[in-house]
């Protein structure tokens, strides 16, 4: 698989979702509407987190770290896909697809170990709370974001190193809405079984083993709650139970497409929709949303962008009259 880089290739051409018109336009409706809710429900908490003093805590600081992940998880793939679904030839050249598999395993990466930061983060809030602060410093909460980001980029970059190192000298097509490596190294003039193995090690192994951390600690979670309380559990599990939904949808892809060798289904690329457009979605409405102290942080700033509104509104009305 070495020698150097021998492409020919120029760029990839994407068959993208469908080819049929009606549905061409209900994707553009849906997809426009999740990608641009999705944006703008996160940047709101990013905002919200950065700008409120009540919300100074470890918890708050993970979640604005996953909403900001989360605009890039959609914002690499999404617009794209949008664009591409009424054009003819969907075309990204060779040097912008190799970008766009590296930035997706970054962020996606970096999301799984910041869910996992997460998932710590509760249970030592209701497992260990009278050590929670000493646990979850402000130490703690930069050394786990750190950490993610660093594992995110280590992981892309194992992978990234060999595929471009690949001869690609024919074919160009990848029957996807973007480029990802399954697909992607299908297309080399040469052997990539034992490079098929390294990815399906890596990225199934980082899928897998996050799904199962997270699981497992949603499990101890509930188990502590009905060992303190029994009449909590009813509340820890209806919230439990919409983080593990949010979880399912997020991995599943991923462990469809990497846990074994690499599917030559078309399913695969229906099921990635999950993790571009509606998990960015969902993330916000289930980690933040639902929080009393979150919403009552929202209406304040709302509040306060009011009464700037009309500050400004009356400067402006009173040197006009002047």
Not at 72 to 86: E, H, N, R
Not at 176 to 186: G, K, M, N, T, V
Not at 188 to 214: M, W
Request: glycine residues 4%; charged residues 10%.
């Amino acid at each position: 698989m070495g020698g150097g880089n021998h492409s020919v290739v120029s760029e990839i051409v994407l068959v993208g979702l469908t080819s049929s018109l009606e549905m061409q336009l209900v994707l553009f409706l849906i997809f426009s509407v999740f990608y641009v809710t999705s944006i703008l429900g996160n940047l709101l908490i990013v905002l919200t987190v950065t700008s409120d003093s009540h919300l100074r805590s470890p918890m708050y600081f993970l979640l604005a770290n996953l909403s900001f992940i989360d605009m890039w998880v959609s914002s690499i793939t999404a617009p794209k896909m949008i664009s591409d679904l009424f054009k003819e030839r969907k075309v990204i050249s060779f040097q912008g697809c190799i970008a766009q598999m590296f930035f997706v395993h970054v962020i996606g990466g970096t999301e799984m170990v910041l869910l996992i930061a997460m998932a710590f983060d509760r249970y030592v809030a209701i497992c260990r709370p009278l050590h929670y602060l000493l646990i979850m410093n402000f130490r703690t909460c930069i050394s786990l974001l750190v950490a993610a980001w660093t594992i995110g980029i280590i992981h892309s970059l194992i992978q990234i190193l060999f595929v471009v190192n690949l001869p690609f000298c024919g074919p160009n097509k990848v029957d996807s809405f973007y480029c990802d490596l399954p697909r992607f190294i299908r297309l080399a003039c040469t052997d990539t079984y034992r490079l098929e193995l390294v990815v399906t090690a890596n990225s199934g192994f980082i899928s897998l083993g996050t799904f199962f951390i997270l699981i497992t600690s949603y499990i101890f979670i509930l188990v502590t709650v009905w060992q303190h309380s029994s009449g909590d559990l009813s509340k820890a599990l209806s919230t439990l139970s919409a983080h593990i939904a949010v979880v399912v949808l997020f991995f599943g892809p991923c462990i469809f497409v990497y846990s074994w060798p690499f599917p030559t289904v078309p399913v695969d690329k229906f099921l990635t929709i999950f993790d571009v457009v509606i998990t960015p979605f969902l993330n916000p409405a289930i980690y933040s949303l639902r929080n009393k102290e979150m919403k009552v942080a929202m209406r304040r700033i709302f509040r306060d962008f009011k009464e700037l509104f009309l500050a400004i509104s009356s400067l402006q009305y009173n040197i006009a009259l002047q």
